[in-house]
């Protein structure tokens, strides 16, 4: 059995794409997963599967599709892949809130990107940097006013979802349980 973090794009936002994380839990459980764990309600989740990534997040995203009316991005990563994407984050600092670093994960590497548009609306006082897995943003006043956190994926031109360093700590914790309880290193 391999370790999965699943992210889940655009649920539970503004009253739409409602998915309750008890039903999430369930529909990862009637696919055949284990030792599935949720956190807070913005579709993130933890698990053990024997199943090909590419095949369940189709297969999860087709069920959300049947029983809930709406289609998700599903994102399926390795526990390795998620916990380096964490670890390679250049502004987790000391001297940096956790509240304003947010981490893009990337469906595919970026190939044509808009790098011109991208420092064109990136605000004073924020960085940004880009890998092949990953887009990291530090935005010291707030995602919410952030022209460049609402354009990223149009400037990379690839499907990504984001989530706030706090959130990306916590779905670690969760990973963790599983690496100990099953020894299994990320």
Known sequence: MKTFV???????????NILPMNEFRALLTSLGCEDVATYIQSGNAVFRSKSDAAELSESL???????????????????ADFVAIADAN????????????????????AKNVNRSRLQEIAALGEEFELTKSAFYLCAPNGIGRSKLAADVEKCLGVQATARNCRTVGKIGELLEVL?????DPC
Not at 6 to 12: D, P, Q, T
Not at 69 to 74: D, E, H, N, Q, S
Not at 90 to 109: G, T, Y
Not at 179 to 183: A, E, L, P
């Open 61 to 79: 995203a087709a069920r959300i599709n049947s029983k809930f009316g709406f289609r998700p991005a599903v994102m399926l990563l390795p526990a």
């Open 179 to 183: 690496v100990i309880k099953y020894n």
């Open 90 to 109: 250049p502004f987790e600092s000391d001297e940096v809130d956790a509240k304003f670093l947010h981490i893009w994960f990337l469906r595919e590497p």
């Open 6 to 16: 699943a992210l889940l794009r655009g649920i539970n936002v503004g009253g739409k």
